[in-house]
């Protein structure tokens, strides 16, 4: 571990008045402007310093996620973490992760908005042989770029979701209709998009009968799943089946259909599914309103904490290390909503 003492506010103060164009005089009584560049950042040597770049506040599965790292990385743990917020700025992310190099942090967790643009930064990180582990969402580079990754098997997710549809269709004897379906992603580009839409795909392709009407994308973000249902009402596209890849798009898809009085979830013409996972969506499971919600565990922070572990003590660590996840519905979800962290 790097050893580096750190004097914030003389750095930053340095730094900024360097900038001002602090002057000096040269001989001649000439004024000259020097920039001159703080000292080397140096952090208390008896934490290891950890910048985590998170995508934004997108959702409240995000929200999650973030308060899960902010509790895990504590300096009673024996950590400095570094909060960057990408403010669901990709460039915002990789011109950070640079910035975190600069300063010599002992690691770095990324959580990348999409996946492509990294190659630069990792090559950096790796030549100043600080590890970065790469949480929830992926980078489209080979795992030699990074120690480790840490999350979700998004395929899986949607594999699971369009699964219980498949076995729902079939208790409900409808398995040989026309179901046509509305698809709201999340983010272009963003791994739980990628994975959660190739494992409904792949359902998909073993139900000839199964329609996808409409395939908008939402964001992973509530106003722009009302939006997105908003225009499909209004081009009076009919559906047997809603998927959102996320809760928070539900939840505003759900809006939308109330301002039109559309029923919608059990005992309906309508069947909704969605992921994540969060307490607000297990107590719609729980009147029926949302029929499946497919976990999506934001609790990673502890994963990424075991890898650091791992490297600190000089040991291997694995590249893939998939969360534990559940399929809530209706039948089972009494059992678990009391004790959802979030
Ligand atoms: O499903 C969504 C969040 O990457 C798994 O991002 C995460 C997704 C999650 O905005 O709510």
Redesign the pocket.
Known sequence: MRKRIFIFGMAVFTFLFCLAGCGQSNEAGQEKTEITRAGAVEYDSSLITVGFIQTGK??A??DANTADFLNTFTVEKGYNLIYIDGNSDSDRQIKAAFDLIAQEVDYIIIDPIVENGWKDVLTEASAKNIPVIVS??QVNLNASNYACWVG?DFYQEGVNGAGWLENYLVSQDKDREKIKIVLIE?TKG?T?TIGRTEGIMERLEKNPNWEIVARECGN?TQGEGTNVMKKILEEGIEFDVLITE?D?MMFGAMKAMDQKEIKYGRGTDIITIS??ALGEALDLVQTGKLMVSVE?NPLIAQLAEKAIQKLEEGKRVEKVNFVEEMVFTYENVGAYRKDRKY
Do not use: L, P, T
Request: charged share 30%; net charge negative.
């Open positions: 997108e959702s599965w995000r929830d969402r979700s999340g963003a739980a992973f996320n928070n992921f994540d999506c």
